[in-house]
């Protein structure tokens, strides 16, 4: 698939818990991504806020992962098959190196937030 032929609805990211808290482990699935370049975005900062929520000072790469696929959350582009962006792409680095705010800054990207501020007529 490509950008010119987006699922109705637009692209859909699954977010998934690794702690496995949820029914097999989707937590939500957010719709409305008018591109896969912006839903593939939005999952590699998903996944990088997530890493960096696991990180704790003085951890080591083993012990991130660990505490990572323990702890963390993962997501996913639906039905985007190889042009879908996978953690496990990524991943090692994301533990290499701490990110910084606009590496996590899914909140951004996230088609609810827009959604919300085209009610109010508000960009910010």
Not at 19 to 36: C, M, R
């Amino acid at each position: 698939m490509s950008d010119l032929f987006a699922p109705e609805g637009g692209w859909r990211v699954r977010i998934l818990d690794l702690s496995g808290g949820a029914t097999d482990n989707v937590v939500e699935e957010i719709g409305g991504f008018p591109t896969l370049m912006h839903a593939n975005e939005f999952a590699r900062r998903y996944v990088r806020d997530s890493v960096e929520l696991c990180r704790a000072p003085g951890m080591n790469t083993k012990d991130l992962l660990e505490a990572w696929f323990a702890w963390g959350e993962d997501a996913e582009v639906i039905d985007a098959a190889e042009g879908g962006w996978r953690s496990a792409n990524e991943l090692g680095d994301f533990a290499d190196r701490p990110a910084g705010a606009e590496d996590r800054d899914w909140r951004a990207l996230d088609p609810r937030r827009l959604d919300e501020d085209d009610a109010d007529g508000d960009p910010e």
